[in-house]
T-cell receptor, first 113, second 116 residues
Framework: NAGVMQNPRHLVRRRGQEARLRCSPVKGHSHVYWYRQLPEEGLKFMVY????????ESGMPKERFSAEFPKEGPSILRIQQVVRGDSAAYFC???????????FGPGTRLTVL | GDSVTQMEGPVTLSEEAFLTINCTYTATGYPSLFWYVQYPGEGLQLLLK?????DKGSNKGFEATYRKETTSFHLEKGSVQVSDSAVYFCALITPVSGGGADGLTFGKGTHLIIQP
């Protein structure tokens, strides 16, 4: 069984550009979560989605960040007009049920120049 | 809100030493507790979990017991190996009935270094 897949693994953007991070959950999992890991810090929850719905975005920055999980295709985390402070590792996780253990992808490491 | 506190690292031990990484939590209701491990350049892997008081999670020689009275979930291993070198994260999630965020709440991580 394939685990959680994320791409790209590494992404370099210049300030002001857009970053799109993709996540394919474990087959059969309909719950997707995004986390951000800043240098020297733990992971911080950003958003929780089910198919076509955002359920909890309490950890998402109010501006420039958005997420979707369409009926078909991967979940997308989109960061518009990136700034240097957005440089971090972004991890996606999926679970078969809400409030259950989560399975993590390898992460996308975003570098903003 | 929910929070997890774990000992700061790095923790440096010799091979075959006994390991303890402390973890305490504050949470609404009765959370499920987890230890995740992150190897360099990789994502997080679930190491073990416990879902109710006095449960003991175990995997690959690692153990942790859910202590409700002390709100702790300390990670232990009797004899560490060089291959155990990694960053270890303690985490919690509150149950559906307990409210709280839908994502995991993580500690800051403990970097473990095992020397041969």
């Amino acid at each position: 069984n394939a685990g959680v897949m994320q791409n790209p693994r590494h992404l370099v953007r210049r300030r002001g550009q857009e970053a799109r991070l993709r996540c394919s959950p474990v087959k059969g999992h309909s719950h997707v979560y995004w986390y951000r890991q800043l240098p020297e810090e733990g992971l911080k929850f950003m958003v929780y989605l089910q198919k076509e719905n955002i359920i909890d975005e309490s950890g998402m920055p109010k501006e420039r960040f958005s997420a979707e999980f369409p009926k078909e295709g991967p979940s997308i985390l989109r960061i518009q007009q990136v700034v240097r402070g957005d440089s971090a590792a972004y991890f996606c996780a999926s679970s078969p049920r809400v409030k259950n253990e989560q399975f993590f992808g390898p992460g996308t490491r975003l570098t903003v120049l | 809100g929910d929070s997890v506190t774990q000992m700061e690292g790095p923790v440096t031990l010799s091979e075959e030493a006994f390991l303890t990484i402390n973890c305490t939590y504050t949470a609404t209701g009765y959370p499920s507790l987890f230890w995740y491990v992150q190897y360099p350049g990789e994502g997080l892997q679930l190491l073990l979990k416990a879902t109710k008081a006095d449960d003991k999670g175990s995997n690959k020689g690692f153990e942790a017991t859910y202590r409700k009275e002390t709100t702790s979930f300390h990670l232990e291993k009797g004899s560490v190996q060089v291959s155990d070198s990694a960053v270890y994260f303690c985490a919690l999630i509150t149950p559906v009935s307990g409210g709280g965020a839908d994502g995991l709440t993580f500690g800051k991580g403990t970097h473990l270094i095992i020397q041969p």
